[in-house]
């Protein structure tokens, strides 16, 4: 994701901020208007708190462009009252909510509304289609004032909820009176569990970025076979429990290849991309004629590995795909095509929508923002979509096909990487978006909201503020669809992983959305039920026996801060960001409930960061807002800091300081024996750590100027790293046996 983060800044409640030590706060005057009253009651924070303690309240227009977005009028005083009478005359007329969230292992309430003298009682269906086999019954003291509604008066009355529903995603019948009205029921464990054995060495893991570290038989691009590999030899060579991978959602099915993992097309589904072809079963069966036009593609995309300048995707792509296709003609064997067939059941709709969008893209070209393009003109049930899927059943079957692969591939790396030892497996980062002209946005376009965009608002290090260019998840369509989208992406990414890293994740809480037209500095937030997708997460996670993490860096309000930590789900603490007036922080004081690492891939590796790599970025870049003499003394100040804090803490010879090239290994390694101090639960290193890297994979507020997301693995010298070679180099052994150490 392009942005800048650094350490948590914890602020109020939207509502309420405290700047410079006084209290600030929205007018009563504001408060009363109805713009206002309308924007709260749909989830719109009307002010919010910034990085640096500024209160700032959300302008008219934005408002206005906002609720617009949402299909509510509030282009006038006048309509803005009415909208919002609209809105609480709905909610009281509906029984329930569309979906009801419930804390598994406790007694709670399901909130109805009834005319006056009504009785409520209501039913389960299990997730498993049995019935719950209690009614549920009223909660006789509970009531609230009666709301006037269509010449009768609306009361609140409660359903008891019992502490034994079991845990899943259930259907809630409510009748009252003579209304029926049935809603998704989420029951969710209280926190996600932790079922990680504890031995006397914490559980670690590597960073990696796939697609750049290549073995000798790879495509050019690490693949799923690289980690398959990687996970064996990672806790075979080193000890480690984990391997923090990029995003591994769906791509384009054909060239250009967007670079960044975090702009996918489709959250749901796996980027197949990362296909290893001789490890597909059928591979063996290929003729002999075939089987030469396999390896003559093969053979072309070997001097790619090479190259240990750029990752080159588009040419391997257009071998691999080539290869892929041969391999798709020949058929599966009578057993293999039932499973190819359970697997296309299975993933029902989600898969015909991003083997559709594969198609139109690869018939029709690359969609775009354009009116005329055909992801604009057309839809799922338009005629022209259905006579293309008509007059290419094999193509569009190939990217069916393509994924079941990709899924197979991707489920035989956890496999390996649990039968290998491994307490975690693959830790799968989950970005928060998707690409506006994706599957996800052109099948589904009520998911999603148009007319506004998600970004962040102004910082210290984007005094401009950032827009992402992806559109929202539409909360109302999360609420009416029980949140059905958002489980089946959390599902499917854990059917594939130990762990997932949930990028943003602030955004289950809140998400900034700036209109259409306007700059990132007019944005608004707006609420999510986080106690829903939390739920969620947990109910998954507890099903897998796996770990939540929430990328937590940056503006983290308190309320946010403190529900993570009650639902045991771990930020991140980053030590070059862990510092405060000048000062880095004793790594004893840091959270417990996180993953630490040295750094993140938005920076240089270790070795580039204390060699000043940044700086020299910035000023080739032209990303400097100031002189590069200030930022190289700004620089120069945070370095020198962080050696003093290694020095004190007895983590670094001080000897070490008089000639820093010669030992820099060293003050590597100290800063993650400083992460060994720390009290937190996971911890991560770098491979590029762990062979001297100096470049950095992404470098924000950059698209083309930089290549980002196509930097090959290399050593200090500049020299390619294969897999082959990797757990075996000199260097990362030494840092493994620092992250191996016992506690």
Known sequence: MMRSARIPVRAELPELAYTGGMERAESNQRRQRPLIG??????????????????????????????????????????????????????????????????????????????????????????SGEEYPHRLGPDEGDGSAAYPLNGEFVVNAALILPKDIPVGYHQIEVRSGGRTQTATLICAPAEVPWSISEPEIRPWGWMAQLYSIRSRASWGVGD?????????????????????????????????????????????????????????????????????EVQSAYESCLPLNEDADRITRDAMWKYKMRALWIIYKLGRPI????????????????????????????????????????????DKDSEEIKALRRQYPDTLDFYRWLEWVATQQLDAAQDKARQAGMRIGVMSDMAVGVHPQGAEVWWNPSRYVRGVTVGAPPDYFNQQGQNWS??????????????????????????????????????????????AGMSAMQGVYVNYDAEIMLGILAIEASRVGGVVVGEDLGVVPEYVADSLIEHQVLGCVVEWFEQRNGRFREPGKWRECALASVNT???????????????????????????????????????????????????????????????????????????????????????????????????PGTNNEYPNWRIPLADSDGAPV???DLFANARLQSLSHVMQSVD
């Open 601 to 699: 891939h938005d920076m240089p590796p270790d070795a580039g960061y204390l060699n000043y790599e940044h700086v020299t970025l910035h000023e080739e870049l032209g990303l400097l807002t100031g002189s590069v003499e200030e930022f190289k003394s700004s620089a120069v100040a945070e370095h020198d800091a962080m050696m003093t804090m290694l020095v004190d803490g007895g983590f670094l010879d001080p000897k070490c300081l008089q000639d820093e090239h010669a030992n820099e290994q060293h003050i590597v390694e100290a800063q993650y024996k400083a992460l060994k101090a720390s009290p937190c639960r996971l911890l991560a290193a770098a491979l590029t750590d762990g062979v001297g890297e100096r470049r950095a994979q992404n470098q």
């Open 470 to 515: 992806q559109p929202p998840l539409n909360p109302v369509e999360l609420e009416r669809t029980g949140y059905l989208s958002y489980r089946n992406m959390v599902h499917g990414m854990f059917a594939h992983a130990g762990a997932l890293r949930i990028d943003h994740i602030l955004g289950l809480f809140r998400l900034w959305w700036i209109p």
């Open 38 to 127: 309308l924007a709260k009651a749909v989830g719109l924070s009307t002010c919010y708190v910034g990085q640096n303690d500024d209160y700032h309240e959300t302008e008219d227009a934005v408002l206005i462009a906002v609720l617009r977005s949402l299909g509510i009028d509030a282009s006038s005083t006048e309509a803005a009252a009415k909208s919002l009478h609209g809105i609480e005359e709905r909610r009281h007329d509906r029984l329930i909510a569309p979906t009801v969230f419930h804390t598994a292992g406790k007694t709670g309430k399901v909130l109805v509304n009834t005319r006056m003298l009504e009785i409520p009682y209501g039913r389960i269906i299990l997730e």
């Open 722 to 724: 294969y897999l082959e």
């Open 335 to 378: 057993g293999r095509q039932h499973q190819y067939e359970e697997y296309i059941a299975a993933c029902g709709d989600d898969l015909e929508s991003y083997a559709t969008w594969c198609l139109v893209y690869d018939k029709w070209g690359a969609p775009s923002a354009d009116p005329e393009s055909w992801v604009n003109r057309f």
């Open 224 to 292: 799923f076979s690289d980690l398959a590999r990687m996970l064996v030899e990672a806790k075979g060579r080193t000890g480690a429990d984990f391997i923090l991978i990029n995003p591994m959602h769906a791509a384009e099915p054909v060239s250009p290849l967007t670079p960044s993992p975090y702009l996918p097309v489709s959250r749901r589904l796996v980027n197949f991309t990362y296909i290893r072809p001789q490890d597909i079963e059928e591979y063996s069966l290929l003729g002999e004629e075939s089987l030469a």
